[in-house]
């Protein structure tokens, strides 16, 4: 996993066993499951004390190749390469969600994802090659500093501009017939114990983007249209999240 400043999701690997997941399988199976979804964001990824390695994932491609069983799964885009997607989709996959997020890299390293939009395009066009429908969530409203070409930190905040290059970026995909089924719009959405939060916590009471613990005491902030079309749109925003953009977002999406 990244080092995301949004996410809600511990950074730390938690993985099972190849044995544990084909016991799982199997228990689906017996409940007359056709198809699995494997809703761990980093699928493809392996431990470094060997929990989980190519070879003991090759297992349980190997278990749903020999029954016959169409799975998806979801993974960062730098977690795919050319064999192990073969692998894949010789066994059965059909489907990926990545988290693709933004198709500006000013975007992306202040989220800190740790990727750049070639990376995701390298992804996709990999994913598309074999056949395999792609998912893809997109993240608007980031802030956050990066460090200028002059060496210096800068701080940056989604505008138009970037969000028309991630649009931009998703329909030319589209319009050259890549595979992507699925785009999940999502808003930056402040979550407690995440980075960024900590982070707004930590400032000045006099700051406009500091954050109070106890707005977390109330879930939905934000109700109706536009927000209500976003995944988690209701939640808690940064002030530059505004009903605008938020419209703005929708207007020219995808």
């Known amino acids: 996993k990244g080092g995301?400043?949004?996410?809600?999701?511990?950074?730390?690997?938690?993985?099972?066993?190849?044995?544990?997941?084909?016991?799982?399988?199997?228990?689906?199976?017996?409940q007359k499951y056709?198809?699995?979804f494997f809703d761990d964001s980093t699928f493809t990824a392996f431990s470094k004390d060997g929990t989980r390695s190519r070879e003991s994932v090759r297992d349980i491609f190997n278990y749903l190749k020999e029954e016959d069983i169409e799975w998806g799964c979801q993974t960062r885009v730098d977690k795919l390469d050319e064999s192990l997607v073969k692998e894949m989709k010789e066994s059965g996959?059909?489907?990926?969600?990545?988290?693709?997020?933004?198709?500006d890299q000013e975007m992306l390293d202040a989220m800190k994802k740790g990727l750049t939009v070639q990376?995701?395009?390298?992804?996709?066009?990999?994913?598309?090659?074999?056949?395999?429908?792609?998912g893809i969530s997109l993240?608007?409203?980031?802030?956050?500093?990066?460090?200028?070409?002059?060496?210096?930190?800068?701080?940056?905040?989604?505008?138009e501009d970037s969000i028309d290059r991630t649009i931009q970026f998703v329909k030319k995909n589209l319009d050259e017939g890549k595979n992507i089924t699925l785009a999940s719009m999502n808003l930056w959405t402040h979550y407690p114990e995440t980075r960024a939060v900590k982070k707004l916590e930590?400032?000045?009471?006099?700051?406009?983007?500091?954050?109070?613990?106890?707005?977390?005491?109330?879930?939905?902030?934000?109700k109706?249209?536009?927000?209500?079309?976003?995944?988690?749109?209701?939640?808690?925003h940064p002030p530059h999240v505004t009903e605008e953009l938020a419209r703005y977002i929708l207007e020219h999406g995808i």
């Open 119 to 134: 990376q995701t395009q390298d992804a996709i066009n990999l994913l598309d090659k074999y056949g395999i429908r792609i």
């Open 224 to 236: 109706g249209y536009p927000w209500n079309r976003f995944e988690d749109g209701q939640g808690h």
């Open 34 to 36: 056709k198809a699995i």
């Open 139 to 159: 993240l608007f409203g980031t802030f956050g500093e990066i460090r200028g070409t002059d060496g210096e930190k800068k701080s940056v905040y989604e505008n």
């Open 202 to 222: 930590q400032r000045g009471e006099n700051d406009p983007e500091r954050i109070d613990p106890e707005i977390f005491e109330g879930p939905i902030a934000k």
């Open 93 to 103: 996959c059909t489907y990926v969600y990545l988290g693709v997020e933004s198709a």
């Open 4 to 30: 995301c400043e949004y996410c809600s999701e511990t950074k730390r690997f938690n993985y099972s066993s190849a044995d544990r997941v084909i016991k799982e399988i199997k228990a689906a199976q017996e």
